[in-house]
């Protein structure tokens, strides 16, 4: 083991390699879980483990045929169900929770009902490109999903958008403009901004072009001496899920 620091649940493998270290060449620190705040180590250390296992078996049958690829997808159910067994025998939890073999994803649900989907049942569901429950980092190459693009997607799918961000720019609010204000036509769906002036970056017209959209609040802090703000979050909230999305445009060198 190299040295260092660690936040690391000391399994079987682990133990060994710390049995075999000299308490006089290796100084060696260890704490004991808390029943209180074991809770995401051990998860962090479980969804490894359970990642590790679910590769081995993809990776034990490559053949592309449909049936071996089925098999493979339920040889990985199979594993996941067995955990969820084990957890539901220790606790007051259902197997409801069970995944079903089909082994499918839902993706989108709308009412049907007074909506334009009772008359066009093929009206398109907006939806970003990158996934919604991992992580995605946008480089601006021309080849992966633009970020003003997916930005413009999560504020579309999204029930309550919440900005937090340094300053406002007029030249960073008028590609948004249009699909901010058609969030915002809606009176289920708010829009959240916070902002600051410390710079005198924030431009008047940006701040006024947002206050006066419906359904929307702007908060702007005036202090200049002790508050220095410059965080950039974009927080969207839907009533399924909530996503906390910060985004960085890394450009290419």
Request: with cysteine; hydrophobic share 35%.
């Amino acid at each position: 083991m190299q040295d260092g620091i660690y936040e690391q649940i000391i399994n079987q493998q682990i133990f060994n390699e710390l049995t075999n270290l000299s308490n006089q060449d290796f100084d060696i620190r260890k704490t004991t879980l808390e029943a209180a705040d074991a809770r995401e180590l051990l998860t962090n250390y479980l969804a490894n483990v359970i990642k590790d296992g679910l590769l081995y078996i993809r990776d034990n049958n490559k053949s592309s045929t449909t049936e071996d690829k089925r098999t493979n997808l339920l040889a990985q159910l199979e594993l996941c169900n067995s955990i969820i067994e084990q957890v539901a025998k220790h606790t007051d939890n259902s197997q409801d929770t069970k995944i079903e073999e089909q082994g499918e994803v839902l993706t989108a649900l709308y009412h049907k009902i007074n909506t334009i989907r009772t008359l066009d049942n093929q009206t398109e569901v907006i939806r970003p490109t990158s996934s919604i429950v991992e992580n995605t980092l946008f480089t601006g190459n021309t080849q992966e999903p633009s970020m003003m693009e997916e930005l413009k997607k999560e504020i579309l799918s999204s029930d309550r958008v919440d900005l937090l961000v340094s300053f406002i720019k007029w030249s960073a609010i008028r590609p948004l403009l249009s699909t901010l204000k058609q969030f915002t036509q809606n009176p289920n769906h708010q829009l959240r901004v916070i902002s600051t002036t410390y710079t005198k970056a924030t431009d008047f017209g940006a701040v006024k072009a947002l206050s006066e959209l419906p359904n929307t609040k702007v908060k702007i802090n005036y202090s200049q001496d002790n508050q220095r703000l410059h965080a950039k979050s974009y927080i969207f909230l839907s009533g399924n899920w909530f996503l906390n999305c910060l985004y960085w445009l890394i450009k290419p060198f």
